[in-house]
């Protein structure tokens, strides 16, 4: 079976411009959450979808944003990109929305870097 | 707000048990979990707990949650330097979100 993947593994933007990251969940996994990892925050939610709709969303500024697909893949947008946005975006994929389930299983992420 | 807490540094010896702990503070979480990191990768689920249990093995995992203390613990045994990694405490919050504690570093020396 195969596991969570993400796309592209590394970007490097320019301030000011957009970007888009993709998220293959798990076959049968119709939720993808989406994280941001960097080194003074640790790990911080920021959407999830379930059968494409946005179940729940942290506290990220509307330049970020996310969509899921009938097939469950899923993508997330920043717009007008800040060097603070650099970090590792984690996807998570998993059979259930919310506490239902034992667990999310995550993708390799994307780097983003803006410069 | 729900926040978890795990220290950031452990060292040991190859072929010593490792214990990381970590306290939480929401109650609510049906399941509590372990994620490993390795470098430049994404998170490994390595186990879960559901909340009614005390303890869970699983191979040389060993978890144990009180959740008087609101306190849970991942206890690696015959740890070996492929153990090197960042493993990190997390809880389901309100939002069925997942909150993860800042993370501990475990280096195992030869």
């Known amino acids: 079976k195969a596991g969570v993947t993400q796309t592209p593994r590394y970007l490097i933007k320019t301030r000011g411009q957009q970007v888009t990251l993709s998220c293959s969940p798990i076959s049968g996994h119709r939720s993808v959450s989406w994280y941001q990892q960097t080194p003074g925050q640790g790990l911080q939610f920021l959407f999830e979808y379930f059968s494409e709709t946005q179940r729940n969303k942290g506290n990220f500024p509307g330049r970020f944003s996310g969509r899921q697909f009938s097939n469950s893949r899923s993508e997330m947008n920043v717009s007008t990109l800040e060097l603070g946005d650099s970090a590792l975006y984690l996807c998570a994929s998993s059979l259930v929305s919310g506490q239902g389930g034992p667990g999310a299983f995550f993708g390799q992420g994307t780097r983003l870097t803006v410069v | 707000g729900e926040d978890v807490e795990q220290s950031l540094f452990l060292s040991v010896r190859e072929g010593d048990s490792s214990v990381i702990n970590c306290t939480y503070t929401d109650s609510s979480s049906t399941y509590l979990y372990w994620y490993k990191q390795e470098p430049g990768a994404g998170l490994q689920l390595l186990t879960y707990i559901f909340s009614n249990m005390d303890m869970k093995q699983d191979q040389r995992l060993t978890v144990l949650l009180n959740k008087k203390d609101k306190h849970l613990s991942l206890r690696i045994a015959d740890t070996q330097t492929g153990d090197s990694a960042i493993y990190f405490c997390?809880?389901?919050?309100?939002?069925?979100?997942?909150?993860f504690g800042k993370g501990t570093k475990l280096s195992v020396k030869p």
């Open positions: 997390a809880v389901a919050g309100s939002q069925g979100n997942l909150i």
